[in-house]
Each structure stands twice: as structure tokens, then as C-alpha cells.
């Protein structure tokens, strides 16, 4: 068998590729965010985030607190204290919040 001198090329080329080039992933690992509820806050209070990851708020605070949309979108229902709810995040966007027993508590996180 005559190997013609255009695919001894080829050969040569695909080899120098599988040896000198490392495979990258193509998606990213997903990654767990933490907002901490303390002091009658959501820290932090902006969180940028990448659509698969994941966002837990753990309360740390001495009484209840609730992690609701705006745009009720979603709610967290009752966080007691030293408990946490998370969600995954899929919908690219901005999503503002607040706890409803305390109004004034106020934060977001933006989904690229």
C-alpha cells in the first residue's frame, strides 16, 4: 500500500495535534455561590452569576428571614435561623429580591 505524500501530511499533522494540544471543556464547571444573611442583610448584595450555578443563602441572623423576587419569580418561603435554601439558577437575567418579613432587606444577582 503506496501512502501518498498529501495524507503522510495529514498523519503527521493529526499526531502533532493529539500530542502538543491539551483538550479543553467546551462548558464550564458550575459553581455554588453563598449569600450569608446577617445583620439584617443579604451579603453580598449584588452577585453575578453564570446560568448552571447555584446560589445559597444561609441565615445566620436570630430570626426568620424570606428570599423573594420582586417579580415573584421565587420565593424562598420561611429561612429559620441557621437553616438555607438555595436554588439553580437556568434563566439568564436580573433578579432583584428582598425578605418579606423585613422590606428593607434588599439585594440582586444578574445571570449571564
Excluded at 74 to 87: Q, R, Y
Excluded at 89 to 101: D, E, I, M, N, R
Excluded at 102 to 111: C, G, L, R
Amino acid at each position: 500500500m503506496i501512502i501518498g505524500l498529501r495524507n503522510l501530511l495529514w498523519i503527521f499533522f493529526g499526531v502533532g495535534l493529539a500530542i502538543f494540544c491539551k483538550p479543553t471543556s467546551v462548558f464550564a464547571a458550575a459553581v455554588t455561590h453563598t449569600i450569608s444573611i446577617e445583620n439584617m442583610m443579604f451579603n453580598p448584595v449584588e452577585l453575578t452569576v453564570t446560568a448552571g450555578d447555584t446560589i445559597i443563602w444561609v441565615n445566620k441572623d436570630l430570626v426568620p428571614h424570606t428570599v423573594t423576587s420582586e417579580k415573584k419569580i421565587f420565593d424562598s418561603k420561611i429561612i429559620s435561623p441557621e437553616k438555607s435554601w438555595k436554588i439553580h439558577t437556568h434563566k439568564k437575567g436580573f433578579f432583584s429580591y428582598k425578605c418579606l418579613f423585613h422590606p428593607e432587606m434588599k439585594a440582586s444577582f444578574t445571570v449571564k
